[in-house]
Every structure is written in structure tokens, then in C-alpha cells.
């Protein structure tokens, strides 16, 4: 079993619709948990980092950490065709290494 | 606002051959990483770097791997002698404290072994 599995997609959806991307973990030692969207051929960007199970919310996207059923999740509301890209969970136990999933390429249509 | 940065942007070198790819944290930053990303692949962590010494490694850095920061501002990864199967995009990435949840990932250096 991958310590992180993630859907690699692709997923499609039209411009304004809700977003949900999820990732199941199978280490219960990670406590961090974040979510980064990379652009073709660019660096990751850190979009939004948690640390305990719950609700965190940044403007369009909304972060939800389920520790007890190993699943995180990402929406992104009023979706943007500037939305489109991959995005990509990572975690962490707290020390010094993160492990990605296999990220999820988004498209959404104007 | 500040930015990692990283040289070159595309490396093409023989198999055989030491590489040392290049990299510019944010300059208040105290933890530093590599990664690669294979073409198609997940992004694979490497190695991290804090106080001068390695915090961490993945099975994937071996011998042939090293990291340096030789001075204030850069840090360097080293592969020894490539092989085909290093071909893939390297991303150098800093944190301002411990925890790996606030990284900031430079536009990588793309390895192309032949």
C-alpha cells in the first residue's frame, strides 16, 4: 500500500463549479498535511497547509483533514480556467520529510 | 517578494559525468531540500539540509548524491557520476523554520542524461 495515494485525473469540470480533490494516507504518524499546485513545467506552490483534523479556509479553497479515516481533502470554490494545473497533497510526520502524492490534473473550462 | 532560484534551467550532460546543480534559497531561510520529479512521475523527496548537515535522506540518495552549502546563500546538489535514470526536473526548495509545511520550491533545473 502507497503511503499516499492521490487520483491523478484527469478531472474536468466547467468554469464556477465546486472543486473536490482528496488524498488517503496510511501513516498515522503524519501530522501535516498540504496541498500545492504545480503549473506545467514549474515548481510547486504551497497553496495551504494544515496540521489537525478540521476545516481550514483561505478565500476559494478550503482545506479538510479527516485523520481518522486517513483522507484529505481540497474544494475549490467558483472555479477559474486559472485554476487548471495539478495539484499536488503532501505530508509530513514533522520532521524533515515530505512525501507527495501523485497529484491531480484539474481543467476547467471556460 | 523573495524567491528561490535555481541554475541552469536545463542541464544536458553525458552519463558518466558529475553535475552540480545549483540553487538560492530565500535568504532568512534555515531548512533547505532537493527533490526530483521524474517526467510524468510524483515528486520524490531526496535529501534535507539544516545547520550545515544532512536532517534527512530518502533511499533514493545514495552515495552518488551529495549537497553542500558553500557559502551564505547557495546550496548545491551534487550527483557523482549520472546515469539515465537521474534524468528529471530537480526542485531545490527553503523553509524559515522547522516543519516542512511552509515550502517554497524554485522553478527547477531539468537533467537531461543521454
Known amino acids: 500500500q502507497k503511503e499516499v495515494e492521490q487520483d491523478p485525473g484527469p478531472l474536468s469540470v466547467p468554469e464556477g463549479a465546486i472543486v473536490s480533490l482528496n488524498c488517503t494516507y496510511s501513516?498515522?504518524?503524519?501530522?501535516?498535511f498540504m496541498w500545492y499546485r504545480q503549473y506545467s513545467r514549474k515548481g510547486p506552490e504551497l497553496l495551504m497547509y494544515t496540521y489537525s483534523s478540521g476545516n481550514k479556509e483561505d478565500g476559494r479553497f478550503t482545506a479538510q483533514v479527516d485523520k481518522s479515516s486517513k483522507y484529505i481533502s481540497l474544494f475549490i470554490r467558483d472555479s477559474q480556467p486559472s485554476d487548471s494545473a495539478t495539484y499536488l497533497c503532501?505530508?509530513?510526520?514533522?520532521?524533515?520529510?515530505?512525501?507527495f502524492g501523485a497529484g491531480t490534473r484539474l481543467f476547467v473550462k471556460a | 517578494e523573495p524567491e528561490v532560484t535555481q541554475t541552469p534551467s536545463h542541464q544536458v550532460t553525458q552519463m558518466g559525468q558529475e553535475v552540480i546543480l545549483r540553487c538560492v534559497p530565500i535568504s532568512n531561510h534555515l531548512y533547505f531540500y532537493w527533490y526530483r520529479q521524474i517526467l510524468g512521475q510524483k515528486v520524490e523527496f531526496l535529501v534535507s539540509?539544516?545547520?550545515?548537515?544532512?536532517?534527512?535522506k530518502s533511499e533514493i540518495f545514495d552515495d552518488q548524491f551529495s549537497v553542500e552549502r558553500p557559502d551564505g546563500s547557495n546550496f548545491t546538489l551534487k550527483i557523482r557520476s549520472t546515469k539515465l535514470e537521474d534524468s528529471a526536473m530537480y526542485f531545490c526548495a527553503s523553509s524559515p523554520f522547522r516543519g516542512q509545511y511552509e515550502q517554497y520550491f524554485g522553478p527547477g533545473t531539468r537533467l537531461t542524461v543521454t
Open positions: 503532501a505530508m509530513d510526520t514533522g520532521g524533515f520529510k515530505t512525501i
Open positions: 501513516n498515522s504518524a503524519f501530522q501535516y
Open positions: 539540509f539544516y545547520n550545515n548537515e544532512i536532517s534527512e
